[in-house]
Structure formats: C-alpha cells, structure tokens
C-alpha cells in the first residue's frame, strides 16, 4: 500500500458489466435474498429480502413480504454471508479529471531518474513538434530531485508540465517556465509561491495559484479522451459499488463530458457537481456557477455548490495554521483573505448554493466556519447543508461548531493512519502536540457532526472499504500489527458505512431519493461478499463487491454472484 491509500491508475481488471438483464428489471422485479440486508432506515434496519421494480424498491422485508413480487422476476439467490446495502456515495471524487488526466505520463511512484526517464520517455518519442509533455501523479514523499533540470536532462527543449498527486503543486522544466514568462523577476501570484534557489530563480516547483502561471498554457483535453477517460472511472467506480458521488471541483470541460455520457445514455452514476471560485473572482463567481448550473443540468448531472479552496497542503507548507510550523515564523497564507471568503460565502449562500470548502489546516477550517456563519448570519439560517472536506488539522474549540451551524464534515478517512506523508511530512513540521488532533473524526462525531465518506479520487483510492477498515482501525491495511494514527479518533463500523451511504445522500440533498434501502426510494443497490459489519475490522478491505445496480438495472457483475433464477 502506498502513501494516502494505494494512489494508482484506473483499475479495471477483471470487471464484466452486464446490462442485459435490463430488460427483466423493466418487465418484472428484481428480488435480492438469502442475505443479510442492512438498509441504514432506522425504521427497518434490517430485512432478509428486497424487491426492486421499475428503478424504486418496492419491497423490504421478510421471505413472506416479497413474495408477492416473484412472479416473473429475476431472483437472486445470495450466499447467507453476503451483505446487501444502498449503492455506496462517494462524496468528493474527482472521477472525469483523474480518468482524463489518467491518460497523461504517470510520474505515480517515480522514486530516481532512472525511474523518470522510463515515464517520460515512451511518450517523448511519440509527440508531435511543438507538442507539452503532460501528466501527474509524483509525490514528494517519493522523489526529491523536482527541479526544472532533472525534467530537462529527459525533455530537452519541449515544453513539459507535471502535477503532484494532491494537485497542489506543479513541476515544470525550463522550457515550460520560459514559455509562461517565469523568471527572477516574476512576483509571486496572490495565494501561490514560484519556489527559488539561492540566486533568487525558480526551481521549476509552483505552489497553489502558482500552477496556473503554467496550467493555464496546456491545451484542452481532446473530446475523445475525456469520454474514453469517463468510461474507465465509471467503470472502477461501479466495481467498487459506487453509485453516486460529488464532483468537488468541475469546470466546464468537465461538466460538458458529463452530460455528453448522459445524453448518450451512457452516464450511469448520480452526479452533482462543484464549480470554483477563487478570491478574485470574488462574489460575482455565485452568478457564473448559477450560469453552468442552468446549462449543464440533465437527469444524471446536476451543478450544486461552489468549490472554495481556503489553503494548500501541510507538507508544502501552503496550510493555513493557526500557529507557525515547527522551526518557522510562517503559518502558511490562506487563499482567500477572510473578508473576501465570507463575501462569497454570502453571495453564494444566498441563491442556494451549496458550499464545499477545501480546508487543511486548522486555520482555514476556523475561516471557513467564520464565513458559513457570516452566510448565516447575513441571509437567515436555513438548511444549506455546507461542507469542509479534508480536515487534516482541526482545533479543539472549532469542533462543535460543525453541528452548530449544521455544516458537514467531508472526510477521506484512508488518509488517517500513519504514512509517510503523516510521519515525516506532518508530525515534523506541527509537532506533537497538535498532531493529537490530526484527522479527528471520532471527536466530530461524539460532538454531533454529520460525517460525509469520500476519497479524493485520485489522490487515494475510491475503494469504500479500505477507507471504511482505515476509519475504523486508523491503521496501515497493510500492516495490521502497525503503529494507529491518534486512536481517540477512531469510528465505528457504522459509522463509516453511514458516512457513504445515508450520511452522502444527505450531503448532497438527496436522502428522499437515496442512501437508504426504503419502499419508494431509487433502487441504488450494492451487494458485497462479506457482511462487514460482523467480520474482523482487518478483513473489511479484503470484501468484494458481488453486484452493483443503479435504478434497479444491473451495472456491475463481480466474481461469486450466483447466476439469476427467473424469465
């Protein structure tokens, strides 16, 4: 396993998606038993059997209370050691930039030049003139050399631009900085840093807004790769038992890849989406997301929240402390100044927009619930359902604020255990007196909070069950005799499996629709092989997902699924 949860590519091995038995879910029920069925209702938690019919459950229950549905229907007879849950929610994934971006040079795991140059240089002999060398994945964790004169020893005088995992850092080589104008005298960006040496000139690394000075020069994604790309992504999440999640950050090639797959019938998962706005845009950002919410809206694709990054990373030092790092007078600069984040915080708020705050440090989780009661306070309360996802670094007096103002804690909890980033990139640089408070999801949760799963796909896996094994033990899955990251912040079972399920229904206003297994709502279903719930914590990531249906339409078939009984 590596650094934050096995960063890898698409993996698809092994997957086989079956859409032919859609027919018999339209002529006929779908019947699901022999399992336990956990249905996160507390109504009815649990059932032995469900009936799906025409997209909605129609039935949860006894063998006796779905009888009445087996005429006709397509009866899945399931081993008694399965379990039976609503479709997983992944609440922050970035599912159609990875799987573009997936077809770009993947520097994942680059740990020496000699490991580089094999990245780079099949793609190299490829290009036409003229053309960027692209791609990301690199990890200061793993490699050391980022300067612009380790990419020029391979690249020569192309122009190539690489992103780091968590996309918060750039590496360009020297013909990247000369085309974007970068030298000595180039200022640093409000809110981003071009990295120098000694002589004052840059590196090649560019922090936060820095990137754009670089980004902003590459050239649109062809159509053909953003659709190849968004098929492989659905595909890995279907495989995982994902059937909805929130895009955190889309922007307008995106949002149009999304609804291009949904007009073609061919976006299968639940999509509600994220647009930026950044500190000089300001306000005027709400009219422009209300402008894409309005044209790219179709019955998959729905733009819901502004995405608001308040601060960088804690291993770069871009995160917003409330005290200075170790061994340093900075305590990192936020993105936004407080004035200009509660203005859009405001203006947001005020036409319905949901907010998604991007927040590390613990100073910029206290400015983001500063705005959301700034919103609060200039609007009139209402349920806004506003979020903060990562949460890396929280201060204790901060955490009842999140049930106070109603606001959802957005958490990767495959981040919380001891990695590399966390012991010699983390503990180092904050020391061990607020480490005591890194990833403290178990101190939300007793003070009310609603917890929201997700990944970060694809800094971490999208895999739900090694981030629900990780919340539970905040252990390597690799090492479970390894050391536990702050176990006074552990969590329940439960309370994973309801952070992506009925808690990622709520977070993105659709808990009348989905989340649970309920008579009427949509028929978003996961079968795994093991019931979870009962297993040893270890063995969580080891299950496997048996089926996946969304709307009651089989999506997904894996290995172990025993074949139908019916027309």
């Not at 580089?116 to 050391?144: F, H, M, N, Q």
């Not at 005290?323 to 990192?332: K, L, Q």
């Not at 991007?358 to 306070?377: C, E, F």
């Amino acid at each position: 396993m590596t650094a934050r949860g096995c960063r890898t590519g698409l993996a698809v091995a092994g997957i086989v998606l079956f859409l032919g038995t859609a027919a018999a879910a339209a002529d006929g029920a779908i019947v699901l038993r022999g399992a336990r069925v956990l249905t996160m209702d507390p109504a009815k938690p649990e059932a032995q059997a469900i009936a799906l019919v025409d997209g909605a459950i129609a039935a949860v229950g006894s063998a006796e209370d779905i009888a009445p549905f087996l005429k006709g229907a397509t009866v899945y007879d399931l081993p008694e050691t399965a379990l039976v849950l609503p479709g997983f929610q992944d609440s922050h994934n970035h599912l159609i930039w990875s799987a573009t971006a997936a077809e770009d040079i993947s520097l994942t795991d680059v740990a020496d030049e000699a490991g580089l140059r094999a990245a780079i240089e099949p793609t190299l002999s490829k290009l036409p003139d003229g053309a960027w060398l692209r791609g990301g994945g690199w990890s200061v964790a793993v490699y050391k050399d980022l300067s612009a004169k380790a990419l020029d020893a391979i690249t020569g005088d192309r122009p190539a631009y690489f992103e780091d995992v968590d996309g918060h850092s750039g590496w360009a080589n020297s013909a990247a900085l000369k085309a974007a104008g970068i030298d000595a005298c180039t200022k640093d960006p409000e809110g981003g840093r071009i990295e120098r040496d000694a002589q004052g000139n840059p590196t090649g690394l560019l922090r936060e807004t820095a990137m754009a000075l670089v980004g902003d020069l590459l050239p649109d994604y062809p159509e053909a790769q953003v659709d190849a790309g968004l098929e492989k992504g659905q595909t890995e999440a279907l495989s995982y038992g994902i059937t909805a999640i929130i895009d955190p950050s889309a922007t307008e090639w995106m949002l149009a890849g999304y609804q291009r797959a949904d007009g073609a019938e061919k976006l299968k998962l639940n999509v509600e989406a994220a647009v930026k706005i950044e500190a000089e845009e300001g306000a005027a950002g709400a009219q422009r997301v209300l402008g894409l919410k309005n044209r790219y809206t179709s019955p998959h694709l729905e733009v819901t929240s502004v995405k608001l990054f308040v601060d960088g990373v804690i291993e770069t030092g871009t995160a917003a402390l409330l005290e200075a790092y170790v061994g340093s007078n900075s305590a990192g600069d936020p993105l936004f100044t407080q004035e200009q984040l509660d203005a859009v915080a405001v203006a947001a708020d005020r036409v319905n927009l949901q907010l998604h705050a991007h927040a590390i440090g613990d100073r910029a989780v206290r400015m983001a619930l500063d705005a959301y009661a700034a919103a609060r306070k200039a609007n009139g309360a209402r349920d806004s359902r506003h979020q903060i996802t990562h949460l890396e670094l929280i201060d204790p007096a901060d955490i009842p604020r999140f049930k106070e103002l109603g606001v959802i804690a957005n958490i990767q909890a495959l981040w919380a255990y001891p990695d590399t980033y966390i012991v010699d990139l983390t503990e180092q640089k904050i020391g061990p007196e607020r480490s005591q408070w890194l990833y403290p999801f178990g101190a939300l949760k007793n003070a009310g909070a609603t917890l929201a799963g997700s990944s970060d796909w694809s800094v971490s896996s999208m895999n739900p069950l090694e981030a629900i094994q990780t919340g539970v033990l905040r252990q390597d899955i690799a090492d479970p005799n390894g050391k536990v990251l702050t176990p006074q912040h552990k969590l329940d079972v439960m309370d994973m499996v309801a952070a992506y399920t009925i808690n990622g229904a709520y977070a993105a206003f659709d808990e009348d629709n989905s989340g649970s297994l309920t008579v009427g709502k949509r028929a978003d279903v996961v079968v795994l092989d093991r019931d979870i719930t009962k297993v040893p914590p270890t063995e969580i990531s080891q299950g496997k997902v048996l089926a996946t249906m969304i709307e009651g339409v089989p999506v997904y078939e894996g290995e172990g699924l025993p074949k139908p009984a019916g027309p």
